[in-house]
């Protein structure tokens, strides 16, 4: 008898999880706006120096519950990349020689992150852990060319919902990606380059 109450317990209880869980579900589109920093690599004869910008984020996520919850996103900010010499480089069969020369671009990113987060009152901390690509696109045709590389993309936020369809989204997102070669003159420094993207943005819950 003792069993079974037991197991009807833990029955209760797990069902009542479950509901809580499900009650916390969201799916909802967000806009948000942001700064990018990003810090100097050198490597290969070339010290590069992405420009900092302001940018702006679009993501469509769905929470089924604590654990699982996904968001696909779209970000574009500007991008200018500057190359100047380190050590000795210079364009393929010149000597060496200084040189310094900045390349307008723009970064276009698509990602797809897991996204963990708990449900408490109007409240909900979340963290992001995702991979996707991001597009490094000159300005100008001369002498430029797009790249594309792997980005990994880490964070953590807050929801903070202010009417029943509508909140506030605040959030940290770090990218971690290879230098983009957007130049035929010089090479990239290939090293890894850390952005740092705080934003704020509004959500709206479907």
Not at 146 to 171: C, E, M, N
Request: glycine letters at 10%; charged letters at 10%; one cysteine or more.
């Amino acid at each position: 008898m003792r069993t079974k109450t037991s197991l009807t317990a833990i029955l209760l209880l797990s069902l009542a999880w479950l509901g809580a869980a499900t009650a916390g579900a969201q799916t909802d589109v967000a806009g948000s706006i942001y700064g990018a920093f990003s810090g100097t690599t050198t490597g290969d004869g070339v010290q590069q120096s992405p420009g900092n910008s302001a940018g702006v984020l679009l993501e469509v996520r769905h929470i089924a519950n604590p654990i699982l919850g996904f968001e696909g996103t779209y970000s574009y900010n500007r991008a200018d990349q500057t190359y100047a010499s380190y050590e000795y480089a210079c364009p393929v069969a010149a000597s060496p020689c200084a040189f310094k020369i900045t390349v307008p671009a723009n970064a276009h990113e698509f990602t797809a992150d897991w996204v963990p987060s708990v449900h408490i009152a109007n409240f909900r901390p979340f963290g992001v852990l995702g991979i996707g690509a991001l597009f490094n696109q000159p300005d100008s045709g001369t002498d430029t060319q797009t790249s594309t590389k792997a980005v990994y993309v880490y964070g953590a936020g807050l929801d903070w919902g202010v009417l029943p369809h509508i909140g506030l989204r605040f959030q940290y997102r770090g990218n971690l990606y290879r230098a983009p070669d957007v130049t035929t003159l010089y090479s990239s420094s290939d090293a890894f380059v850390h952005t740092a993207e705080p934003m704020i943005g509004v959500y709206f819950k479907l």
